[in-house]
Structures are given as structure tokens and as C-alpha cells.
């Protein structure tokens, strides 16, 4: 498999920009490693620009769906859109499952080919490779149908120790491309957000979280009103008061209730309004004092 990647990829020296989808979190970090891009994600949970690949390399898993469908068929079809008109596809699967995707690959794909693995891959899944190029329209063939029939019966010629037609990939188009997932993975957006989002710029981390203490005096003195709400909003909260050898510890807290404005024959209306209350304890004599605003 690796001689084939190797014929297929850098054949003639083409730069090749890689993308990769893994469902498996292990797999994909390996994926994330060795490609330009990859996600771990399922791939029916992405979204890829249609039309901009040159080349796809399709080893779905091999398996049912929930509506008694191979899955293998779905990863097929659903890939076949990322693909440029003359695009590569390279397609792993097990030998009887072409049979499946017969007519599909005859109508969407030409210049089929196909290799079987070598022993001791073949005993597992008797997996097969199957190459061909993407047409501009699908048409229906059915002699390269017959054929890829005869492949998923047959035993077609096997990898390794042949050499091998020479297949070009279209390099992708220079530029971004449409790749990425419809879900938020939380581990991978804490990473992207430390690397790249607001928590670089040294303004805000500054200003949030400052290297030293410093004291500021406001411009106006601060009513108790506005010391209720710095206290509530968490600014000077669990703040310890000292006064000679008195020490206080302040808590406070926001909540919301509804009040009455209005009361008529014909109507009742209320308002929410935000309820700020302080709590004080004396470290001393353990006196708690509430103080409602």
C-alpha cells in the first residue's frame, strides 16, 4: 500500500496539500501528524468544498448502517461531490462489497482499475484497491460495470511486485478550502482559542489578570449602593474588612424577583427587578448581618 501511495502522490514531484477525516480519536491524532489538515469527526458531520480535491483516498469502515445499507456504498457516493471533474479516486474496500457499488462506479468514474492486497491482508477482509478518474457527467457504462461485477466474483491481480499504470492527481486549487465540522469538539476549541483566540493578546490577559497589584482611586467617592453591586458582581467579594481589631468578611450576591408595578381593576403588570444583597460575618463574635439593596 505504501508503494502505491508512493506512485500515486509524488510521482513527477507534485506538492501535495493533504486533508484527512477520522472518526477514531487515537487515529486521528496520528492523521493530524502526518496531514496538512484532519479532523476527528464523523465524516456525515462535516462541512468540505465540493469539487476542490484532487484526489480521495476512501477506506470507510466496513460495516451496516441503521437502514440495513452498506456503509461502505454511503462513504462512496458521499465523497464522490469533494471530488474535481478528473479527480482521483482511490477506493479500499472488501472485494465482494465492488458489487454493491458496481453501477455506481461504472456511471461516476472511468479508467477503473482494480489490485487485491497481498497475503496477510488479504485473510482478514480480502480487501481490494480500486482506482479511477471522476467524469465531468455521469454516464452510465455498462461493459466497466461488468467488469468491476467480475472483480468483486473474481481474483484480481494482486499488489505488490507489478508495476504499476501511471495515475496523475490533480493538485488542489492554491487558497482556503471548505474544511471543517458542524459540531464544536471542546478539547479542540480550547486549543485553537490558547493559540489563537483573545487569550493571546497580551492587552486583555494584562488587563484581566495584571502582573501586580495596584490601587486605583475612583473619581467619586463610591455610595454604598455602588460598593453592594462590586461586591455582588464579584469584584470584592470574599473581601476581609479590618477596622483596629475588628475583621469582617463581605459576601454578596445578584438575584432577580418580580415586582409589582401596577394594580388595577383590569390588569396587574410586574417587573423584574435585580435584588442586590451583602452579606457580612464578624471573624470575631460570628455576627452575620444581611443588607438588602
Not at 493533504?18 to 496520528?30: I, K, M, N, P
Not at 462541512?47 to 462513504?75: C, M, T
Not at 435585580?274 to 471573624?283: F, I, Y
Amino acid at each position: 500500500m505504501a508503494q502505491l501511495a508512493e506512485e500515486l502522490l509524488h510521482r513527477g514531484n507534485i506538492p501535495v496539500e493533504t486533508f484527512g477525516v477520522e472518526l477514531h480519536r487515537d487515529r486521528a491524532e496520528e492523521a493530524a501528524r502526518r496531514l496538512d489538515h484532519a479532523l476527528a469527526a464523523d465524516l456525515f458531520q462535516t462541512s468540505i468544498a465540493n469539487g476542490a480535491f484532487g484526489l480521495a483516498y476512501v477506506n470507510p469502515p466496513y460495516d451496516w448502517d441503521q437502514e440495513d445499507k452498506r456503509v461502505e456504498h454511503a462513504f462512496l457516493t458521499h465523497c464522490t461531490r469533494y471530488l474535481a471533474e478528473g479527480g482521483l479516486l482511490v477506493f479500499i474496500v472488501p472485494r465482494q462489497r465492488l458489487a454493491v457499488s458496481a453501477r455506481y462506479l461504472s456511471t461516476h468514474y472511468r479508467n477503473l482499475r482494480c489490485w487485491t492486497f497481498p497475503d496477510p491482508e488479504r485473510e482478514v477482509f480480502d480487501q481490494v484497491v480500486l482506482l479511477g478518474y471522476r467524469k465531468a457527467d455521469p454516464i452510465p457504462d455498462a461493459s466497466a460495470e461488468e467488469t468491476v461485477d467480475g472483480w468483486s466474483e473474481g481474483d484480481p491481480e494482486r499488489l505488490g511486485g507489478v508495476r504499476y499504470p501511471f495515475f496523475k492527481a490533480k493538485a488542489t486549487p492554491a487558497g482556503d478550502i471548505l474544511f471543517t465540522t458542524r459540531t464544536v469538539d471542546p478539547v479542540a476549541a480550547a486549543t485553537e482559542a490558547r493559540r489563537t483566540g483573545l487569550w493571546t493578546s497580551t492587552e486583555i490577559t494584562d488587563t484581566l489578570w495584571p502582573a501586580k497589584d495596584s490601587r486605583t482611586r475612583p473619581l467619586m467617592p463610591l455610595r454604598r449602593g455602588h460598593m453592594a453591586m462590586l461586591v455582588a458582581a464579584g469584584f470584592l467579594d470574599n473581601l476581609v474588612l479590618e477596622s483596629g481589631d475588628r475583621r469582617i468578611l463581605v459576601k454578596g450576591r445578584t438575584s432577580k424577583e418580580m415586582v409589582q408595578v401596577e394594580d388595577t381593576p383590569e390588569k396587574e403588570v410586574y417587573r423584574e427587578r435585580l435584588k442586590t444583597t451583602v452579606v457580612s460575618l464578624d471573624l470575631g463574635d460570628g455576627e452575620i448581618v444581611e443588607i438588602a439593596a
